[in-house]
């Protein structure tokens, strides 16, 4: 067991009071994780009292220092520290409610829910990959607005569990590609997981020899409790500009709890109240006093004064830097804001039937990202090796590489990395809609970072093309067919399906200026008609999710399709008029937007007691809440040529048209 003591009786005062909070706070819980929080006591009482640049008085100041704890089950740690180092809103009675309803200490941070959480972490790996997107975002500020505005460091604790996981290796190879010298992780080398020692599955792996593969500045400290130490090798890691760094940092789970330091007991429960007796004794604190802050804590702890003078250094910068440059100013308030610049509805691109017949969603996608960049200035993002196909690289712009920071990151074949380092540049502030595209049916490797980024309630963008089984060729492997239905059964997640061109154009305006959180964009490979709006209702009706796109007088039925379906609809309701059968066309783009609305108007587009049939090329799930019945695909795809697979699979005029017949 590490036994080198803090330099200081007053820093091994702070570091012990960081242990003793978070024994106490597990065992009154208890449940929890108090031995991460022990053995790297000293790792946040440094970053937090000494290191990081960071105001209690104001979390949001735009130039801070982030910090993320990837390893969030060790919760007590960041509560501690920001109890100690002065933010008002954790109070040592929120320490007293960890993991109770109503506190601001949960299980596992949240951000928005306790001031100084950077990120919602807890599924591990995930902190890794948005540390990599906040340095990300970090570094595209700076050169775009200069570093006496945007100058910080992202800082990070990660455990074993943590670099287990595949997404923090991808996300940690693309942080070396690009040379983010602005990322600091310390790596909480404790060689404990919940089933027992890791080299039940983790012993033959180097990992500082696998992040020097991956580009990564490495570093070792042998004892965790050896400030000077981690002093050095913090020093190291910032004159170090061109290589992200990984600090192993070797630690004693559960330090010094005599008889479960250092073993699995100490990982995911209490102590026990004997333990914790005996732990304060051997700490040399009264074993019958609890959630206990020595005099002098607070005083040695503070990050008060240092934060609000570093952070009034920075205020007389930016004004200096507003008043020489009032247009760039202008640009920094609307990003800080989360809004595009002025002029977006009016740039979007308009479609004309009569001069393009037919066009792919994802190519009107593209020409109206071109049309809307420059409303954008902000907006990083770009797809996982799949420039070509899904086309959301910004034309004006090169590749985000070592020598520039641009709007174009080539995320490589990362996807759940790439989700993850979105989350992470919506969290950052100043990136306005940031964005990750791939397949549709590629969501699924990206989907425990789409459900955070819900769950945040951020402005993440998600760009997926090649929609259903219409994508053809490439077979069962590469067609969604659950997708859609599994996207909108995530809470607080928009899905927009737009049917045409224009309704594509509508759908950008909708996702940057009207959703507040993450919005999930589905278009096709294959060219569809473009609608003539004079005849049809106009493409602006998607805003509220659903819309008349066809009306009949006398109607016996409505037809409801979104995406590549809606022209299906159309033809249908063709079909339906010459055998005297009238039914009117709902376009339903998101049923999250539609729900949105109010009954009455919800009523005017699908009138209850009329026999309503939808058609989507997904499995049918979820439909029966708005139809009666559904034309869709229930098994899993072929390899064939597209319309070849809508034709086999009955997504047709015919079909629909017969599935009407059925219901009247």
């Known amino acids: 067991m590490a036994t080198t003591a803090p330099q200081s009786t007053s820093e091994q005062l702070a570091v012990d009071t960081i242990r003793t909070l978070a024994m106490d706070a597990v065992q009154h819980a208890g449940n929890g994780h108090p031995g991460m929080p022990m053995g790297m006591a000293p790792v946040g009482y440094l970053l937090f009292s000494e290191v990081m640049k960071h105001n209690p008085k104001d979390p949001h100041w735009a130039d801070r220092d982030r910090f993320v704890l990837s390893a969030g089950h060790g919760s007590m740690l960041l509560y501690a520290c920001l109890h100690l180092s002065g933010y008002p809103d954790m109070t040592l009675e929120e ?23 950077e990120v919602t ?107 000077d ?48 007796r005996a732990t304060k004794e051997v700490l040399g604190w009264d074993p019958d006093q609890h959630f206990v802050v020595p005099e002098g804590v607070y005083e040695q702890f503070s990050a008060v004064e240092r934060g609000a003078a570093a952070q009034a250094e920075w205020e007389e910068r930016f004004q200096a830097w507003r008043a020489a440059d009032s247009e760039r100013a202008q640009v920094w308030d609307l990003a800080w804001a989360g809004k595009p610049l002025p002029g977006l509805d009016a740039a979007l691109p308009s ?31 770009g797809s996982a090796d799949l420039n070509e ?7 004006a712009d090169g590749p985000y590489s070592r020598e520039q920071a641009t709007r174009n990151v080539y995320w490589g074949i990362r996807e759940h990395a790439m989700g993850a380092a979105v989350n992470g540049m919506a969290l950052h502030g100043g990136i306005v809609k940031p964005l ?6 590629f969501a699924d490797y990206m989907r425990p970072a789409i459900r955070l980024s819900a769950l945040m309630n951020i402005g993440s963008l998600w760009v997926y093309s090649h929609d259903s089984i219409a994508l053809g060729e490439d077979g069962p492997t590469h067609q969604p067919v659950e997708h859609i239905a599994a996207l909108r059964a995530i809470p607080n997640l928009t899905v927009i399906r737009p049917s045409d061109a224009n309704e594509t154009a509508e759908a950008w305006r909708v996702a940057v200026e009207l959703v507040e959180g993450p919005t999930v964009l589905i278009l096709s490979r294959q060219n569809l008609p473009v609608l003539d709006r004079s005849k049809y209702g106009p493409a602006k009706g998607l805003d509220k999710g659903a819309y008349v796109l066809a009306e009949a007088e006398g109607a016996a039925a409505t037809i409801v399709g979104t995406g590549s379906e809606v022209s299906v609809a159309l033809a249908a309701a063709e079909l339906l008029a010459e055998d005297g059968v009238t039914a009117r066309v709902v376009a339903m783009p998101s049923w999250e937007l539609f729900e949105a609305q109010d009954q009455a108007y919800r009523d005017s587009v699908l009138p209850p007691g009329q026999p309503k049939v939808s058609v989507e090329a997904g499995i049918h799930m979820g439909w029966e809440r708005w139809v009666d019945a559904s034309v869709s695909v229930d098994r899993f795809g072929a390899s064939a040529a597209g319309e070849v697979m809508l034709t086999e699979y009955g997504i047709t005029a015919e079909a629909v048209a017969a599935k009407v017949k059925t219901l009247l």
């Open 436 to 441: 990750g595209a791939t397949f549709l049916q």
């Open 229 to 276: 130490a981690l002093r050095a090798a913090v020093k190291a890691a910032q004159e170090e500009t061109g290589r992200p760094s990984l600090i192993r940092v070797r630690s004693t789970i559960g330090f010094p709890s005599p008889n479960k330091g250092g073993t699995p007991g100490a990982h995911g429960a209490a102590l026990g109240e004997d333990e914790v």
């Open 351 to 381: 479609f004309d039937p009569a001069q393009k017949s037919s066009l792919a969603t994802r190519a009107a996608s593209h020409t109206t990202i071109q049309a809307i960049a420059p409303f954008l200035p902000t907006q990083v993002g």
């Open 121 to 227: 972490t807890g599924p591990l790996g995930q902190g890794v990959a948005n540390a990599v997107g906040l340095a990300l975002a970090e570094r595209f500020l700076r050169e775009k607005f200069g570093e006496e505005v945007q100058s910080h460091h992202t800082y990070g604790i990660c455990s074993d569990g943590d670099l287990m996981e595949g997404v923090s290796a991808e996300a940690a190879s693309l942080a070396g590609h690009l040379g983010l010298g602005n990322l600091i992780f310390f790596y909480d080398h404790n060689h404990i997981s919940i089933d027992g020692r890791t080299s039940l599955a983790f012993d033959t792996e180097d990992v500082n020899k696998r992040f020097d593969a991956y580009g990564w500045h490495t570093q070792d400290v042998d004892d965790a409790n050896d400030l």
């Open 95 to 117: 320490i007293r409610h960890f993991r109770t309803w109503g506190s601001r200490t949960p299980g596992h941070p949240e951000v928005h829910h306790t001031a100084g959480v």
């Open 389 to 395: 196909s899904v086309k959301t690289g910004i034309e």
